[in-house]
């Protein structure tokens, strides 16, 4: 990224667009589905999706789960849809059978054209199956567009658009991507064209049927955050050439799985009820009923220069987050829970210093081990192979 600035209108960029598209399909599970870029973020991303296939006054089925999908469902709101927001506990992931119960009460004079969900729940560290939530749609016999919210999930644990029949997905590029803020990426299909093509709401930024004829060529009917694509293309580079994208997704498995390790070895617990549902991208540690999690994490900050995220929404002071996505190793991950494990102890958690570290270190010295034995059997894993079966 850290170059001059190319002109936006010239030959060079035209081939990096080219370059960059096709390698954004693969990211996202797909063969038929076309790329999207805006120059904006995740909540620029959650209205070029709304305002491109839903009309005024369409019927919207949502689904509060945590901090993103109740805002997800508010800028829909907000953008003139009716939506039907269904409230679940945060800390529960998006059931296929409250999808369908739902689906199958419509009404059908007046149907729901879009069912909005998000993958993995940023604030709660939950992901939903979304191969089931369109198993659920066509259960009900349903015509709902499926639109889902990948932004932290996207290049960090498995997204099959064309296998789970996705709609139209979303994703920003400060996450899986390992670029900084600025750049909004959806992959839309078939039907969410059709859609685009013969309706939607009034709109022109977000329009996306220029930038599709637009990018035909290498361009784009604005100007584009040129250095960001720049990015984009090493950190594509990177995921899909260089590691392999079944190797990224079991990368986030295995240092998830060291996380949750310590989480365990401290007493305490995860939002998230149910293990299958545990996320490979957040954990949302809960904090014992006397500590205020903001406390833990200006600690954690002013000692350590250590980042957590806060508690988001009604989670505010009950929750802290550990992220653990991206560019991100080992020794990366043990930094950090050895600086939380410090900062849960100034703020009077009855942890023991070093036990979460010790169980994380035995989670990755397992996985060495395991390794070096396949290496010397002359035996391949895969990162597919190891992927929970969460999908």
Same mark, same amino acid.
Not at 118 to 131: K, R
Not at 139 to 165: N, P, T
Not at 224 to 237: Q, V
Not at 252 to 279: K, P
């Given at each position: 990224?850290?170059?001059?600035?190319?002109?936006?209108?010239?030959?060079?960029?035209?081939?990096?667009?080219?370059? *960059?598209?096709?390698?954004?399909?693969?990211?996202?599970?797909?063969?038929?589905?076309? *790329?999207?870029?805006?120059?904006?973020?995740?909540?620029?991303?959650?209205?070029?999706?709304?305002?491109?296939?839903?009309?005024? @006054?369409?019927?919207?089925?949502?689904?509060?789960?945590?901090?993103?999908?109740?805002?997800?469902?508010?800028?829909?709101?907000?953008?003139?849809? &009716?939506?039907?927001?269904?409230?679940?506990?945060?800390?529960?992931?998006?059931?296929?059978?409250?999808?369908?119960?739902?689906?199958?009460?419509?009404?059908?004079?007046?149907?729901?054209?879009?069912?909005?969900?998000? %993958?993995?729940?940023?604030?709660?560290? /939950?992901?939903? !199956? /979304?191969?089931?939530?369109?198993?659920?749609?066509?259960?009900?016999?349903?015509?709902?567009?499926?639109?889902?919210?990948?932004? !932290?999930? =996207?290049?960090?644990?498995?997204?099959?658009?064309?296998?789970?029949?996705?709609?139209?997905?979303?994703?920003?590029?400060?996450?899986?991507?390992?670029?900084?803020?600025?750049?909004?990426?959806?992959? /839309?299909?078939?039907?969410?064209?059709?859609?685009?093509?013969?309706?939607?709401?009034?709109?022109?930024?977000?329009?996306?049927?220029? *930038?599709?004829?637009?990018?035909?060529?290498?361009?784009?009917?604005?100007?584009?955050?040129?250095?960001?694509?720049?990015?984009?293309?090493?950190? =594509?580079?990177?995921?899909?050439?260089?590691?392999? =994208?079944?190797?990224?997704?079991?990368?986030?498995? +295995?240092?998830?799985?060291?996380?949750?390790?310590?989480?365990?070895?401290?007493?305490?617990?995860?939002?998230?009820?149910?293990?299958?549902?545990?996320?490979?991208?957040?954990?949302?540690?809960?904090?014992?009923?006397?500590?205020?999690?903001?406390?833990?994490?200006? +600690?954690? &900050?002013?000692?350590?220069?250590?980042?957590?995220?806060?508690?988001?929404?009604?989670?505010?002071?009950?929750?802290?987050? *550990?992220? %653990?996505?991206?560019?991100?190793?080992?020794?990366?991950?043990?930094?950090?829970?050895?600086?939380?494990?410090?900062?849960?102890?100034?703020?009077?958690?009855?942890?023991?210093?070093? !036990?979460?570290?010790?169980?994380?270190?035995?989670?990755?010295?397992? &996985?060495?081990? #395991?390794?070096?034995?396949?290496? #010397?059997?002359?035996?391949? /894993?895969? @990162?597919?192979?190891?992927?929970?079966?969460?999908?």
């Amino acid at each position: 990224m850290d170059r001059p600035i190319v002109d936006h209108r010239g030959p060079e960029f035209a081939n990096l667009t080219l370059e *960059i598209l096709p390698p954004l399909r693969e990211v996202f599970g797909t063969a038929t589905g076309s *790329i999207v870029i805006y120059p904006t973020s995740g909540t620029g991303a959650w209205e070029a999706a709304l305002v491109n296939v839903l009309a005024p @006054g369409d019927r919207v089925l949502a689904f509060n789960y945590g901090h993103f999908s109740n805002l997800f469902a508010q800028a829909a709101r907000r953008l003139g849809f &009716r939506v039907d927001e269904v409230e679940l506990g945060w800390g529960q992931a998006l059931s296929a059978e409250v999808v369908e119960e739902r689906l199958r009460a419509d009404d059908r004079t007046a149907p729901y054209k879009a069912v909005l969900a998000l %993958h993995n729940e940023t604030s709660t560290g /939950v992901t939903s !199956s /979304v191969s089931s939530i369109r198993r659920a749609i066509d259960a009900a016999g349903h015509d709902a567009l499926l639109i889902v919210d990948a932004v !932290s999930s =996207l290049a960090s644990v498995d997204f099959q658009f064309d296998a789970w029949r996705v709609d139209v997905a979303l994703a920003g590029s400060q996450k899986g991507l390992m670029l900084p803020p600025g750049v909004g990426v959806l992959c /839309v299909g078939p039907r969410a064209i059709a859609s685009a093509a013969g309706g939607g709401s009034p709109r022109s930024f977000f329009d996306w049927r220029p *930038i599709l004829v637009d990018n035909a060529a290498g361009f784009f009917p604005y100007t584009p955050a040129t250095l960001l694509l720049f990015g984009l293309r090493e950190a =594509l580079k990177m995921l899909v050439v260089e590691e392999g =994208l079944p190797n990224v997704f079991a990368r986030h498995q +295995y240092l998830a799985s060291g996380v949750r390790a310590a989480i365990e070895a401290w007493d305490l617990r995860l939002l998230c009820e149910f293990s299958a549902n545990y996320s490979n991208t957040v954990s949302a540690l809960v904090m014992p009923q006397d500590v205020d999690s903001g406390r833990v994490i200006a +600690y954690a &900050r002013d000692h350590f220069g250590l980042a957590l995220g806060v508690g988001l929404g009604r989670l505010k002071g009950k929750v802290l987050r *550990i992220g %653990h996505l991206g560019a991100l190793n080992e020794l990366e991950v043990l930094a950090t829970l050895g600086g939380l494990e410090l900062a849960l102890k100034g703020c009077g958690v009855p942890v023991q210093l070093g !036990s979460g570290v010790a169980a994380c270190q035995e989670v990755f010295a397992l &996985r060495q081990e #395991q390794g070096t034995r396949l290496e #010397q059997s002359g035996s391949q /894993v895969t @990162g597919g192979q190891e992927q929970k079966g969460i999908q």
